[in-house]
Structure formats: C-alpha cells, structure tokens
C-alpha cells in the first residue's frame, strides 16, 4: 500500500484536526462560566502511548547479525496504526552494502516499524543522514532522539542499543592497545561504544559521549553489546535511565530475542528484567559451548549505597588492590584484554572482613534488580558473579590509570584510581 510522506500526513492532520474523534481529545472552553464552572482547554491530554528505539549499529563484521535481529524485531508484536495513543517503535540503522564493503558507505536511517489493520508490515522512514555520517557519534544519536522525543512525544522512551562495545575503555584501546601506550597520555579520539568500520579504521563513541547523546530521560537502556556491564558504565546513566541492562562479559552474536522484545518494553508498565531474564533462559537451554551468558538489570540512580561502600573500602584497601594478582581474581574477559573484574572478587581478594562483605552486598542488592550467570562463558569459568565488572588498576598501565582517573565518574566518586 502507497504510504503518506510524513510531511504530507501533518499538514492533512492540520487541517483536519478538529473533526478528529479521539478518547483523548477534550474539547471545551478555557476559563470559568457565569456559574463557576471551569471548562478544560482543547487540545490533547498527556500522551499514553510509548516509545521503544532501537539503536543498531551494524556498519561492521555484526551487520549480518543485526539485520537479522531487526527482522525477528518484525517478525513480532507491532503497534497497529499510527494514531496519536499508538505505541511507537523506531530503528536507527546503519548497515554495510554488502559484507566487508566499507568503501561505499550506507546511511544512517531512521524509521518506524507497525502493522495495518491486515496485518502488513510497514517502515516508514523518517530521517536519512548524509553516508559520510557515522552511527556512533553522540550528535547523530542526539539528532535521532531528539527528533523523536519532538514529533513523537510519549508517556515514556526507552532504547535498545547493539553493536560492538568494549565498556568504559577508550575508544580503539581494546583492538589496538599499543597505539595508545605509546602515544603516553590520553587525550586520543578514539572511544569504546558501537562501531562503524571504515576501509582502514574504526569510528567509535566514548562512554560520556553517549550519555550526551541521549536528550530525554529513558524508562530503560538495554545494551545487547559485549562487555557493557562495568559499574562505570551502569553509573554513568545514573541521571539518564531508571534501568540499565547489560553483560559484564561478551555477548554471543544473536544477541537478545527480539521477536518477543516488544511484548515486554510496550507494556503499560515497561519489563526490562523479562528481556533480560528471556535472554538468560534462552542461553542457559542451550548446551555446549554456546550455553554462554551474563546479564544484570541495575537502578544506577540507587547506586548511592554502593559508591560510600565502595569508596571507604577502596581507600582502607588500596595497598591490596594495586598489588592483586588479576589471575586470582573472576574475570569476564579473553584473550588477555585484562581490564574487565568482577568488582566484589576484587574487595575479597583484597581482604574485606565479613561484616564488610555483607555491607557490600547490601549495597549491591539495593541497586541489581537482576543478575544471572552460565557456569562457565565460553572458556571462562564463573565461580564469583557479583552483576558488576570493574578496572583492577593493579593489573592495568599508566595510561589506562590517567584516563580512568579524569574521565570515569564512577571513578571521581570513589577514587578507586586516585
């Protein structure tokens, strides 16, 4: 079926509004009558519709994956029409032409998913950006939201972002660590959420730059990406998001099960947890090697207990903790990239007493609203899993040290790096 363009449906809705029947449309007079009588405005009352956007940054060797995702994102329940109590579901995409093709870039899209009446499909496509534009900058996921949040306003947003990630490192750091070493301070470009590939580089956001990136305040932010799950990241969105779902360790390529996402993020009352208890289960049914997941759901905003906890054990341990042995202690991580811990495997190995360990889990508790782990993560054997991946300075370098120290909030208030 022909699709309005977007322009052309708003100035027919301009035109037309009056006459439109609507349960939330309350016409009246502004003011009291000669009898006292107050009479509402015309206009709309608040919003009841949500609006879930999918973030997927699949300009690199995940595009495959992503596009596959997006198609079981169709493959399942969809807002039916576009009417102003509609819920909204939005994809900002970016793929390659063909694999392995970053020569000739494709844009960033914006579009809305849905179903007509019959049961049709529909993308409606809202924004395309300029090739050249990447996905992973903050001003063109500033750009998109925001133009959401404008022409869409909602009862609630919430995001789903996949692509690569390497947590809070900086950008680059994880694939070629050398480079920044050597270069001997930080102060580099390069940054660590999503990806697009480029003939000879990468293109890459920082942690911060991504908090900046997002202009309203979000119900959720799920993050189906490999090694998201650091307490830095979880409380950097402490302002940002009432939930933050993410993995401490990698995340297998097919990521969440996004043919039954929307069933629980368009809800009256939003369920990031049974996304994240859906992904567990589905990995932890599989057997053999792929029988490999971790994920925690945190409230960053009750995170407050944690960082006093943290910061008095930090400072009464911290000898220990720039002296620990990493191979000691649970880690998420292979192939040596050594900079992801778990955060209370850390405290112990530093020799908390165990009225201390049981304040630390209470401050833990007050914030994970849910945290799960296989026995083992591909080759890594899960014996500790707090939820929480944290930096082990001990077993970091100068560099990492620097950045970690001026650029990391977690950090600022617990001066786990001082």
Request: negative net charge; hydrophobic residues 35%; contains cysteine.
């Amino acid at each position: 079926m022909k699709k309005f363009h977007i322009l052309s449906l708003l100035a027919l809705l301009s035109v037309s509004v009056s006459c439109f029947k609507d349960a939330n449309f309350e016409p009246g007079f502004s003011g009291e009558d000669s009898g006292g009588r107050t009479y509402p405005e015309r206009g709309y009352s608040q919003p009841v519709r949500r609006a879930m956007i999918v973030i997927s940054g699949g300009y690199n060797n995940l595009s495959d994956y992503l596009s596959s995702d997006l198609e079981d994102l169709e493959r399942g329940e969809l807002p039916v029409g576009t009417g102003f109590t509609s819920d909204i579901v939005m994809v900002l995409s970016r793929t390659v032409t063909a694999p392995g093709n970053y020569k000739d870039p494709s844009p960033v899209s914006l579009y809305r998913l849905y179903k007509d009446r019959m049961g049709e499909l529909h993308r409606d496509t809202l924004r395309v950006w300029d090739p050249q534009t990447p996905l992973s900058r903050k001003e063109t996921i500033y750009d998109a939201l925001s133009y959401v949040q404008d022409h869409y306003p909602s009862k609630g947003y919430g995001v789903v972002f996949t692509s690569h990630a390497s947590g809070w490192l900086p950008e680059g750091y994880y694939g070629s660590s050398s480079t920044y070493e050597r270069a001997g301070s930080p102060g580099s470009p390069y940054r660590s959420i999503g990806q697009d590939r480029t003939p000879n580089d990468g293109i890459e956001m920082e942690l911060n730059e991504f908090v900046e990136g997002i202009p309203m305040h979000l119900d959720y932010l799920l993050l189906d990406a490999c090694l998201s799950g650091c307490v830095e990241v979880a409380y950097a969105f402490r302002d940002v998001a009432d939930v933050v779902g993410f993995s401490p360790a990698e995340v297998l390529a097919s990521g969440f099960r996004y043919e039954t996402i929307t069933s629980h993020l368009l809800a009256e009352r939003p369920d990031p947890l049974a996304v994240c208890k859906e992904y567990f289960d589905y990995y932890d049914r599989i057997t053999g090697s792929s029988r490999a997941a971790t994920i925690t759901a945190v409230a960053p905003a009750r995170m407050g207990k944690l960082v006093s906890v943290c910061k008095e054990l930090f400072e009464k341990y911290r000898p220990a903790i720039l002296t620990l042995d990493g191979d000691k202690v649970q880690g998420y991580f292979r192939y040596n990239q050594h900079y992801f811990y778990d955060l209370k495997d850390i405290l112990l190995h530093a020799g908390i007493t165990a009225e201390e360990e049981a304040r630390l889990e209470a401050a833990l508790d007050e914030c994970i609203l849910y945290k799960a782990a296989t026995p083992y993560f591909l080759s890594i054997p899960i014996k500790v899993y707090s939820g929480l991946s944290m930096y082990l300075p001990s077993m970091g370098t100068k560099f990492l040290n620097d950045f970690y120290k001026t650029q990391i909030e977690w950090n600022k208030a617990t001066e786990l790096v001082k």
